[in-house]
């Protein structure tokens, strides 16, 4: 592991690292934000997938989780949002595809396959990683992210749902199979059978039988991307049908940046400090 940054903060370290990845054929860098009292033993972690056009550094830099988590005594691992690399293919005036738009899924296309596997990085080899360089009690995991991070924590938790104990997510693409931001990268990295693309959509995760037992949403009703991109109330009705414990928070006025988020980081926190034990 190479060590990019560290920075003390509320007591703990805001850590950056990279590594070479076996699984995305690539080095990838993530964030670590170790809290005080992991000098006390393995300490909860929780996951924070972030959106299109991210690094780790986005909710590193602006998302304000730092005060809370050393109060709780919570990691955050923040990931990187795809590969990266001259050796990996991308599109470098598309923001909704290749680098920044791994949308948490393992490609099965050509030229993508080799590197664009995202599912199986954030699933096995990051926490493998993290398990044995950090002080982590992985008995207590949970995930949480932002839009395109929304759904990868949403898709993520419903096909995991004995690994984390919480989910939650800030405006979550919720149906990204039949949304247009996100159908063209979804058929460049799997294909065009859309029958593939079911595995990586939360709504119809939850269709074809997964369950997880409460999620927890804030969205903002000023967000430009809530009528054509976000549309929670597909979730709504997905978990209504379900019987999924849904808590959407609609939030007047808010948007889609790192103002809405970070107003709302205390409120996740501490939703998965309780359930974190
Ligand atoms: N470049 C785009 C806007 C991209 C954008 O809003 N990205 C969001 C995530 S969107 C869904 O996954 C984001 O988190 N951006 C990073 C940030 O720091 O705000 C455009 O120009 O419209």
Redesign the pocket.
């Known amino acids: 592991m190479k060590v990019v940054s560290t920075s003390k903060s509320h007591g703990g370290v805001q850590g950056v690292y990279s590594h070479t990845s076996d699984v995305c054929a690539c080095d990838m860098t993530f964030a670590v934000f170790v809290p005080p009292q992991a000098k006390d033993g393995p300490l909860p972690v929780l996951w924070y997938l972030?959106?299109?056009?991210?690094t780790h550094a986005?909710?590193m830099?602006?998302g304000e989780y730092r005060r809370l988590a050393s109060e709780l005594g919570l990691v955050i691992v923040c990931p990187d949002t795809s590969p990266r690399g001259a050796d990996v293919p991308d599109e470098k005036d598309n923001?909704q595809f290749g680098c920044g738009?791994g949308f948490y899924l393992d490609a099965t296309q050509e030229p993508y396959a080799k590197n664009y596997r995202m599912y199986s990085y954030i699933t096995e080899e990051l926490p493998a990683f993290v398990a044995a360089n950090f002080p982590v009690d992985m008995s207590r995991q949970a995930i949480f992210g932002?839009?395109?991070?929304?759904?990868g924590a949403l898709t993520i938790a419903l096909k995991n749902p004995q690994r984390y104990r919480s989910c939650s997510a800030f405006?979550p693409?919720v149906q990204p199979s039949t949304a247009n931001?996100s159908r063209p990268a979804f058929e460049r990295y799997l294909g065009s059978d859309e029958k593939s693309w079911r595995a990586y959509d939360a709504t119809l995760l939850i269709e074809d039988g997964k369950r997880f037992p409460e999620f927890f949403v804030d969205q903002g009703t000023a967000d430009?991307?809530l009528q054509d991109?976000l549309r929670p109330w597909l979730l709504e009705e997905g978990c209504r049908k379900a019987g999924i414990d849904l808590t959407l928070r609609m939030q007047e006025g808010y948007d889609?940046?790192?103002n809405f988020?970070s107003t709302f980081m205390d409120d996740h926190l501490k939703w998965h400090a309780g359930r974190l034990g």
Not at 146 to 151: D, R, Y
């Open positions: 972030s959106g299109l056009t991210c986005n909710v830099d602006k923001w738009a932002h839009s395109m991070g929304g759904h405006a693409i931001w430009g991307f991109g889609h940046s790192y988020i």
